[in-house]
């Protein structure tokens, strides 16, 4: 029923920046918080930041605390990760996910490449 979509991912040197956006879509929908997450090659998934939709109440992993932000977009139902100051240990799928009613992310987009150069 509701479909999340991830765009602006590519390829930045080290030090540049990058501005991800995922869209929500569907019929009818709730959003309790949204969320980014990545997988690099080999590696699980990890929690990147979140944000808690009526509230505005942000959380980020240490790795990148300072360095994203996660915000809601002026179009309805989208977040966006803009990510500065990017490292190569940033190269990862990322993720856009949904929490509908507080109990857990369970709705997950297809995911958006990054990769940074060194």
């Known amino acids: 029923q509701v479909q999340l979509v991830e765009s602006g991912g590519g390829l930045v040197q080290a030090g540049g920046s990058l501005r991800l956006s995922c869209a929500a879509s569907?019929?009818?929908?709730?959003?309790?918080?949204m969320g980014w997450f990545r997988q690099a090659p080999g590696k699980g998934r990890e929690f990147v930041a979140e944000?808690?939709?009526?509230?505005?109440?942000?959380s980020y992993a240490d790795s990148v605390k300072g360095r994203f932000t996660i915000l809601r977009e002026n179009a309805k139902n989208t977040v966006a990760l803009q990510m500065n100051s990017l490292k190569p240990e940033d190269t990862a799928v990322y993720y856009c996910?949904?929490?509908?009613?507080?109990?857990?992310?369970?709705?997950w987009g297809q995911g958006t490449q990054v990769t940074v150069s060194s």
């Open positions: 996910a949904r929490d509908s009613r507080g109990g857990g992310y369970d709705n």
């Open positions: 569907g019929r009818t929908f709730s959003i309790f918080r």
């Open positions: 944000i808690n939709w009526s509230g505005g109440i942000t």
